[in-house]
Protein backbone atom coordinates (compact mmCIF):
# COMPACT_ATOMS: atom_id res chain seq x y z
CA UNK A 1 0.00 0.00 0.00
CA UNK A 2 1.23 3.65 -0.81
CA UNK A 3 1.58 5.81 2.02
CA UNK A 4 0.07 9.42 0.86
CA UNK A 5 1.83 12.81 2.15
CA UNK A 6 -0.02 14.91 4.03
CA UNK A 7 0.48 18.37 3.65
CA UNK A 8 1.90 19.68 7.70
CA UNK A 9 -0.92 22.09 8.01
CA UNK A 10 -3.27 19.48 8.04
CA UNK A 11 -1.59 18.26 11.47
CA UNK A 12 -1.43 21.36 12.71
CA UNK A 13 2.26 21.63 12.93
CA UNK A 14 5.44 21.24 11.47
CA UNK A 15 7.66 22.02 8.08
CA UNK A 16 5.64 21.83 4.94
CA UNK A 17 5.84 17.98 4.13
CA UNK A 18 6.51 16.66 7.16
CA UNK A 19 4.20 14.60 9.57
CA UNK A 20 5.67 14.81 12.56
CA UNK A 21 4.51 13.08 15.80
CA UNK A 22 2.33 15.35 18.42
CA UNK A 23 2.55 14.07 21.83
CA UNK A 24 -0.88 14.05 23.01
CA UNK A 25 -2.45 16.95 25.34
CA UNK A 26 1.19 19.07 24.05
CA UNK A 27 -0.62 21.28 22.17
CA UNK A 28 -3.23 24.09 23.10
CA UNK A 29 -5.97 22.22 21.86
CA UNK A 30 -4.95 18.72 23.35
CA UNK A 31 -4.34 20.23 26.71
CA UNK A 32 -8.07 21.89 26.87
CA UNK A 33 -9.50 18.45 25.92
CA UNK A 34 -7.05 16.48 28.72
CA UNK A 35 -8.88 15.17 31.73
CA UNK A 36 -7.56 18.54 33.29
CA UNK A 37 -8.68 21.31 30.45
CA UNK A 38 -11.04 23.31 30.85
CA UNK A 39 -13.36 22.81 28.04
CA UNK A 40 -13.18 19.11 29.38
CA UNK A 41 -14.18 20.14 32.93
CA UNK A 42 -16.57 21.77 31.59
CA UNK A 43 -18.09 19.12 29.39
CA UNK A 44 -18.23 16.80 32.98
CA UNK A 45 -20.02 19.49 34.80
CA UNK A 46 -22.67 19.48 32.51
CA UNK A 47 -22.33 15.63 31.92
CA UNK A 48 -23.25 15.65 35.89
CA UNK A 49 -25.61 18.05 36.25
CA UNK A 50 -27.60 16.10 33.25
CA UNK A 51 -27.52 13.00 35.21
CA UNK A 52 -28.75 14.81 38.32
CA UNK A 53 -31.62 16.11 36.02
CA UNK A 54 -32.76 12.91 34.70
CA UNK A 55 -32.52 11.57 38.20
CA UNK A 56 -34.91 14.11 39.59
CA UNK A 57 -37.50 13.65 36.84
CA UNK A 58 -37.39 10.28 36.94
CA UNK A 59 -38.51 10.49 41.16
CA UNK A 60 -40.71 13.05 40.00
CA UNK A 61 -42.34 10.36 37.73
CA UNK A 62 -41.88 7.40 39.89
CA UNK A 63 -45.35 6.41 40.25
CA UNK A 64 -45.81 6.08 36.19
CA UNK A 65 -43.01 4.87 35.53
CA UNK A 66 -42.90 0.95 36.39
CA UNK A 67 -45.71 0.53 34.25
CA UNK A 68 -44.17 2.42 31.04
CA UNK A 69 -41.06 0.05 31.59
CA UNK A 70 -43.23 -3.01 30.66
CA UNK A 71 -42.43 -3.36 27.08
CA UNK A 72 -42.62 -6.76 24.99
CA UNK A 73 -39.24 -8.70 23.94
CA UNK A 74 -40.32 -8.36 19.95
CA UNK A 75 -40.44 -4.34 20.67
CA UNK A 76 -37.05 -4.31 22.49
CA UNK A 77 -35.71 -6.84 19.48
CA UNK A 78 -36.73 -5.17 16.23
CA UNK A 79 -35.01 -1.86 18.57
CA UNK A 80 -32.01 -3.42 19.08
CA UNK A 81 -32.27 -4.42 15.27
CA UNK A 82 -32.29 -1.18 13.97
CA UNK A 83 -29.64 -0.04 16.13
CA UNK A 84 -27.06 -3.23 15.10
CA UNK A 85 -27.67 -1.46 11.15
CA UNK A 86 -26.08 1.85 12.58
CA UNK A 87 -22.92 0.09 13.24
CA UNK A 88 -22.44 -0.88 9.87
CA UNK A 89 -23.27 2.50 8.39
CA UNK A 90 -21.03 4.10 10.81
CA UNK A 91 -18.32 2.02 10.01
CA UNK A 92 -18.97 3.21 6.48
CA UNK A 93 -18.78 6.61 6.87
CA UNK A 94 -15.10 6.59 8.65
CA UNK A 95 -14.02 4.12 5.58
CA UNK A 96 -15.48 6.85 3.55
CA UNK A 97 -13.14 9.84 5.18
CA UNK A 98 -10.24 6.85 4.88
CA UNK A 99 -10.70 6.56 1.49
CA UNK A 100 -11.33 10.44 0.73
CA UNK A 101 -7.05 9.83 2.30
CA UNK A 102 -5.71 7.35 0.26
CA UNK A 103 -6.41 4.62 2.59
CA UNK A 104 -9.27 2.18 1.29
CA UNK A 105 -10.01 -0.50 3.77
CA UNK A 106 -11.87 -3.70 2.72
CA UNK A 107 -15.50 -3.10 3.93
CA UNK A 108 -15.65 -5.73 6.52
CA UNK A 109 -11.88 -5.26 7.64
CA UNK A 110 -12.69 -1.74 8.40
CA UNK A 111 -16.36 -2.90 9.90
CA UNK A 112 -14.70 -5.21 12.08
CA UNK A 113 -12.20 -2.92 13.60
CA UNK A 114 -14.76 -0.36 14.12
CA UNK A 115 -17.07 -2.96 15.74
CA UNK A 116 -14.43 -3.63 18.10
CA UNK A 117 -13.30 0.21 18.92
CA UNK A 118 -16.78 1.47 19.23
CA UNK A 119 -16.97 -0.19 22.38
CA UNK A 120 -14.70 2.39 24.08
CA UNK A 121 -16.87 5.28 23.56
CA UNK A 122 -18.17 4.61 27.45
CA UNK A 123 -15.40 5.55 28.85
CA UNK A 124 -14.80 8.83 30.05
CA UNK A 125 -13.60 11.56 27.77
CA UNK A 126 -15.93 10.53 24.76
CA UNK A 127 -12.93 9.93 22.57
CA UNK A 128 -11.41 6.46 23.20
CA UNK A 129 -13.11 4.97 20.89
CA UNK A 130 -11.24 7.14 18.13
CA UNK A 131 -8.23 6.40 19.29
CA UNK A 132 -8.65 2.67 20.06
CA UNK A 133 -9.65 2.53 16.21
CA UNK A 134 -6.71 4.67 14.69
CA UNK A 135 -5.00 2.11 16.98
CA UNK A 136 -6.29 -1.31 15.32
CA UNK A 137 -6.21 0.13 12.02
CA UNK A 138 -2.53 1.05 11.84
CA UNK A 139 -1.28 -2.82 11.70
CA UNK A 140 -4.02 -2.72 8.47
CA UNK A 141 -1.31 -0.05 7.20
CA UNK A 142 -3.14 3.02 8.00
CA UNK A 143 -1.05 6.10 9.01
CA UNK A 144 -1.69 7.69 12.63
CA UNK A 145 -1.91 11.00 11.02
CA UNK A 146 -4.66 9.19 7.96
CA UNK A 147 -7.13 7.70 10.83
CA UNK A 148 -7.06 11.46 12.32
CA UNK A 149 -8.02 13.45 9.20
CA UNK A 150 -10.62 10.55 8.43
CA UNK A 151 -12.11 11.04 12.49
CA UNK A 152 -12.49 14.59 11.78
CA UNK A 153 -14.09 14.60 8.21
CA UNK A 154 -16.61 11.93 10.49
CA UNK A 155 -16.56 14.40 13.13
CA UNK A 156 -17.68 16.93 10.51
CA UNK A 157 -19.92 14.80 8.98
CA UNK A 158 -21.64 13.58 12.02
CA UNK A 159 -22.75 17.01 12.52
CA UNK A 160 -24.12 17.81 9.10
CA UNK A 161 -26.11 14.35 8.90
CA UNK A 162 -27.40 15.25 12.40
CA UNK A 163 -28.28 18.89 11.05
CA UNK A 164 -30.01 17.65 8.21
CA UNK A 165 -32.05 14.93 9.80
CA UNK A 166 -33.62 16.72 12.34
CA UNK A 167 -34.01 20.14 10.40
CA UNK A 168 -35.95 17.71 7.39
CA UNK A 169 -37.23 15.74 10.21
CA UNK A 170 -38.81 18.54 12.44
CA UNK A 171 -39.92 20.46 9.23
CA UNK A 172 -42.22 17.42 8.10
CA UNK A 173 -43.34 16.73 11.58
CA UNK A 174 -43.65 20.13 13.29
CA UNK A 175 -45.04 18.46 16.21
CA UNK A 176 -42.02 18.50 18.81
CA UNK A 177 -41.06 22.63 17.66
CA UNK A 178 -44.68 23.29 18.57
CA UNK A 179 -44.24 21.91 22.26
CA UNK A 180 -41.29 24.36 22.90
CA UNK A 181 -42.70 26.75 20.31
CA UNK A 182 -42.78 29.79 23.41
CA UNK A 183 -39.09 28.95 23.93
CA UNK A 184 -38.01 29.23 20.48
CA UNK A 185 -40.46 31.76 19.01
CA UNK A 186 -37.46 34.63 19.76
CA UNK A 187 -35.15 32.42 18.78
CA UNK A 188 -35.18 31.38 15.52
CA UNK A 189 -33.26 34.17 13.80
CA UNK A 190 -30.25 33.27 16.00
CA UNK A 191 -30.17 29.90 15.17
CA UNK A 192 -30.49 30.68 11.16
CA UNK A 193 -27.15 32.63 11.58
CA UNK A 194 -25.29 30.13 13.90
CA UNK A 195 -26.70 27.85 11.77
CA UNK A 196 -25.77 29.28 8.68
CA UNK A 197 -22.10 30.36 10.34
CA UNK A 198 -21.74 27.07 11.57
CA UNK A 199 -21.40 25.78 7.94
CA UNK A 200 -19.14 28.54 6.76
CA UNK A 201 -16.95 27.94 9.49
CA UNK A 202 -17.18 23.76 8.84
CA UNK A 203 -16.60 24.68 4.49
CA UNK A 204 -13.30 26.89 5.74
CA UNK A 205 -11.85 24.31 7.93
CA UNK A 206 -11.87 21.23 5.09
CA UNK A 207 -10.54 23.74 2.57
CA UNK A 208 -7.57 24.95 4.75
CA UNK A 209 -7.38 20.89 5.94
CA UNK A 210 -7.42 20.30 2.02
CA UNK A 211 -9.76 16.77 2.67
CA UNK A 212 -11.68 15.85 -0.27
CA UNK A 213 -15.60 17.37 -0.32
CA UNK A 214 -16.53 13.53 -1.59
CA UNK A 215 -15.12 12.36 1.01
CA UNK A 216 -17.36 14.88 3.39
CA UNK A 217 -20.14 14.14 1.18
CA UNK A 218 -20.14 10.25 1.05
CA UNK A 219 -19.73 9.91 5.06
CA UNK A 220 -22.99 12.29 5.55
CA UNK A 221 -24.70 10.44 3.70
CA UNK A 222 -23.77 7.43 5.39
CA UNK A 223 -24.51 9.06 8.45
CA UNK A 224 -27.89 10.23 7.33
CA UNK A 225 -28.47 6.59 7.24
CA UNK A 226 -27.34 5.97 10.29
CA UNK A 227 -29.70 8.52 12.14
CA UNK A 228 -32.81 7.08 10.29
CA UNK A 229 -32.18 4.06 11.71
CA UNK A 230 -31.36 4.55 15.21
CA UNK A 231 -34.27 7.15 15.31
CA UNK A 232 -36.50 4.63 14.00
CA UNK A 233 -35.30 2.34 16.91
CA UNK A 234 -36.30 4.66 19.33
CA UNK A 235 -39.39 4.90 17.51
CA UNK A 236 -40.41 1.74 18.30
CA UNK A 237 -39.76 1.77 21.94
CA UNK A 238 -41.60 5.34 22.27
CA UNK A 239 -44.95 3.77 19.73
CA UNK A 240 -44.77 0.58 22.43
CA UNK A 241 -44.74 2.71 25.51
CA UNK A 242 -46.37 6.23 25.02
CA UNK A 243 -50.17 6.42 24.82
CA UNK A 244 -49.94 9.04 22.30
CA UNK A 245 -48.89 8.05 19.18
CA UNK A 246 -45.96 10.70 17.83
CA UNK A 247 -45.27 10.58 14.23
CA UNK A 248 -41.63 8.84 13.32
CA UNK A 249 -40.24 11.93 11.55
CA UNK A 250 -40.96 13.89 15.01
CA UNK A 251 -39.27 11.14 16.98
CA UNK A 252 -36.40 10.52 14.65
CA UNK A 253 -35.75 14.89 14.46
CA UNK A 254 -36.11 15.07 18.47
CA UNK A 255 -33.38 12.13 18.94
CA UNK A 256 -31.08 13.39 15.95
CA UNK A 257 -31.03 16.45 18.32
CA UNK A 258 -30.10 14.70 21.55
CA UNK A 259 -27.93 12.46 20.13
CA UNK A 260 -25.64 15.38 18.32
CA UNK A 261 -25.57 17.39 21.89
CA UNK A 262 -24.46 13.98 23.75
CA UNK A 263 -22.09 13.61 20.60
CA UNK A 264 -20.57 16.99 21.19
CA UNK A 265 -19.77 17.41 24.74
CA UNK A 266 -16.63 15.92 26.21
CA UNK A 267 -16.40 13.96 29.54
CA UNK A 268 -20.23 12.77 28.77
CA UNK A 269 -19.26 8.87 27.62
CA UNK A 270 -21.50 7.69 24.77
CA UNK A 271 -23.34 11.12 25.23
CA UNK A 272 -24.96 9.67 28.59
CA UNK A 273 -26.49 12.50 30.80
CA UNK A 274 -27.00 14.85 28.37
CA UNK A 275 -28.56 12.60 25.01
CA UNK A 276 -31.19 11.64 27.95
CA UNK A 277 -31.90 15.34 29.82
CA UNK A 278 -32.93 16.48 26.41
CA UNK A 279 -35.04 13.55 25.69
CA UNK A 280 -37.34 13.83 28.84
CA UNK A 281 -37.64 17.17 28.82
CA UNK A 282 -38.74 17.81 25.10
CA UNK A 283 -40.79 14.25 25.50
CA UNK A 284 -42.60 14.94 28.78
CA UNK A 285 -44.82 17.49 27.48
CA UNK A 286 -46.05 15.17 24.69
CA UNK A 287 -45.90 12.12 26.64
CA UNK A 288 -45.90 12.09 30.04
CA UNK A 289 -43.09 12.79 32.17
CA UNK A 290 -43.06 8.93 32.96
CA UNK A 291 -43.49 7.62 29.73
CA UNK A 292 -40.34 10.05 28.45
CA UNK A 293 -37.98 8.51 31.33
CA UNK A 294 -39.03 5.20 30.72
CA UNK A 295 -38.36 5.77 26.60
CA UNK A 296 -34.73 7.10 27.18
CA UNK A 297 -33.52 4.52 29.72
CA UNK A 298 -35.12 1.32 27.72
CA UNK A 299 -33.11 2.57 24.75
CA UNK A 300 -30.12 3.28 26.43
CA UNK A 301 -30.38 -0.24 27.68
CA UNK A 302 -31.02 -1.44 24.30
CA UNK A 303 -28.06 -0.27 22.58
CA UNK A 304 -25.72 -0.80 25.63
CA UNK A 305 -26.11 -4.10 25.26
CA UNK A 306 -26.23 -4.05 21.29
CA UNK A 307 -22.80 -1.73 21.68
CA UNK A 308 -21.29 -5.18 23.88
CA UNK A 309 -22.12 -7.74 21.82
CA UNK A 310 -20.88 -5.84 18.96
CA UNK A 311 -17.61 -5.49 20.00
CA UNK A 312 -17.48 -9.12 21.02
CA UNK A 313 -18.83 -10.54 17.73
CA UNK A 314 -15.89 -7.80 16.11
CA UNK A 315 -13.39 -8.95 18.41
CA UNK A 316 -14.45 -12.77 17.42
CA UNK A 317 -14.04 -11.81 13.69
CA UNK A 318 -11.02 -9.51 13.89
CA UNK A 319 -9.00 -12.37 16.18
CA UNK A 320 -10.76 -15.14 15.07
CA UNK A 321 -9.80 -15.60 11.36
CA UNK A 322 -7.02 -14.48 9.07
CA UNK A 323 -7.78 -10.19 9.07
CA UNK A 324 -7.47 -9.16 5.21
CA UNK A 325 -5.36 -6.25 3.79
CA UNK A 326 -6.34 -3.08 2.58
CA UNK A 327 -7.69 -3.12 -1.21
Known amino acids: MEDVDFPARSLGTGAPGNTPDIAPGRSETGSRLSPKGPIYLAGTLLFLLSLVYVGKFAIENRSSLGQNLDVGPATLILAALLYALTHISSSAAWM ?21 AQIAKYLPGNIAHYV ?19 TAVEVIATLIAAALV ?16 AA ?3 RVAPAVFVIGGAFLTIGGLLRWMRVPLRAVAAAAAWLVVSFLLI ?8 T ?24 VVPGAPA ?25 AALHRFVTAIVDAIAALVGYWLLHGRKVGNVT
Open 184 to 186: LAD
Open 132 to 150: ARAGLARPLGVQLSSSGLA
Open 240 to 263: AVASVALPPMSTIGVFAVAWAAGY
Open 271 to 295: GLGIREAILVAWLGPMVGGGAAIAC
Open 166 to 181: ASVALALSPEPIAAID
Open 96 to 116: AGLRGMGHPLRFWTGTRVSLV
Open 231 to 238: GLSFHAIV
